[in-house]
């Protein structure tokens, strides 16, 4: 406003008044000061916007990776890997223009427009109607693009879900397509994707060259009623040329706010798409609810019995249970072992033991039941899963995952009760590779220990530790389980190893999802 006035006055100044171009010279330099100034005002609204858009995204990106945590592998089996990494990857980065551009436009707009129409409004209220009964029609083709917009990101945000997880999954099975000689014909199915997706974000485009172009072409022929106005006014003499020029600058910027909120939003609507996903899993998250902090553990609930009564897991695609009416207890201080052929529902007891899964029962520990989901198990247990996952990075902090700090005596004492000979400064690759099927199980299971000895948590969960291990070894592993059971430590453990079994205080056999027997040492 600062600029189309100085600048009307300079042109009236020298036109009408004449004036010459040194006597208007103030007016044209206060005009280039307003320009410097709005430069400097935009410059430094992408900046904080950009900040702004940065924390935000760091901060869902945080939400969602605890969501995850929370809701557990249960719950991420039922879904792609690949399309949870880009939903927290490539996703959420989507959601830049929608923060730092769309939304700051959008307020900007709610206070700068009715500003202009005031101020065209006070000037001459006949151009202010003109402007008043042409505006509504940008927010009415606004809307009708925006909902084929959405529909159009949608389809690209799916076609790209579907990319992405089909080259992992390719990823992942390459050496097995290599030995029975498919791998060939996935380079046609790759091909066929990116095509698909290709295609997908060229329809997005047009939509959005489209949508702009119908946005200003609507701009600009309400501006230009507005100029037919002025114009015939001004030869007619109804109007001052102070007043109509002034009026003619400001036309356009009570405009334009509306029209950046048209083009940002088609900027940002693959990160609203993507953000339907990230809230889809917060809002799961949410429902089964945060864990506790495994610092309570140690206080409340050491040395302290896990009794299991009348537990049920039931899955949606399964015609019968996959577990029903298990009880049993794993007293503070001994080893419980849980055996049973292949897909007799030990591991799901395990599941259900640490949360990923709903199930029916009542699982104490010490004084503490819940029924349900019990993600807060996970804060007063330590656990170690069928496969290492080893991460790359030294030995030491792979046992240390989780922790800010490492303590080198736990380290030492965890390595030595998992009968693990590793330097703690050793280098892993990722996955674990160059470490033998054993050497990679004694880390993970170190990793286990030290997180129990670390935070002095009661319960150590263990599934099929010793599967990939000698007898001399697991002998070792055995004598470890005995020493922190020793110390009044729970010990779980899943296992149909015959030597394992002769160490344990209890077996509890699972068979066909139900408890077929239970043997004391």
Partial sequence: MAFSWFVTRGIVGVFLGGQTVAEVAPFLAAAAISVLVRAAAVWASDVFASIAATRTKSQLRAKVTDAVATLGPGWVERRSSASLATTATHGLDALDSYF???????????????????????????????VIITMPVIPFFMVLIGFF??????????????LSGHFLDVIQGLSTLKIFGREKRQITVIRDVTTEYRTRTMKVLRVSFMSGFVLELGATLAVAIVAVLIGTRLIAGELDLTTGLFVLLITPEAF?????????????????????????????????????????????????DLRVAGLGVSYPEADRPAVA???????????????????????????????FVDYDGQITLGTSTREGALPWSRSFSSWAGQRPSLRDGTVAENLHLGDDHEDPEITSAALRLAASDQDPSTLLEPGGEGLSGGQAQRVALARAYYR????????????????????????????????????????????????????????????????????DA
């Fill in 100 to 130: 730092s551009a769309y939304l700051p436009q959008l307020v900007l707009t709610a206070i700068a427009t009715p500003v202009f129409v005031i101020i065209i409004l006070v000037q001459d209220w006949v151009s202010a109607l003109a």
């Fill in 149 to 162: 917009t959405q529909d159009v990101q949608k389809r690209q945000w799916s076609a790209l879900t579907v």
């Fill in 256 to 304: 334009l706010p509306l029209r950046q909120v048209g083009a940002n939003y088609h900027a940002a609507a693959e990160g609203v798409v993507a953000a339907n996903d990230v809230f889809e899993i917060l809002d799961a998250a949410a429902a089964q609810g945060a864990p506790a902090r495994a610092a309570n553990a140690s206080t409340t609930l050491s040395h302290a």
């Fill in 325 to 355: 009416g298990v009880t049993f207890v794993a007293k503070a201080g001994t080893i419980t072992v849980i055996a049973g052929p292949s897909g007799a529902g030990k591991s799901t007891i395990f599941s259900a033991l640490l949360g």
């Fill in 452 to 519: 129990l000895l670390a935070h002095d948590l009661p319960v150590l969960l263990l599934d099929e530790p010793s599967s990939a291990l000698d007898s001399v070894s697991e002998e070792s592993v055995v004598r470890g389980w005995r020493e922190l059971a020793d110390a009044g430590k729970t010990v779980v453990v899943i296992s149909h190893r015959d030597r394992v079994m002769s160490a344990a205080d209890q077996v509890v056999r699972i068979e066909n999802g139900v408890e077929a027997g239970r043997a």
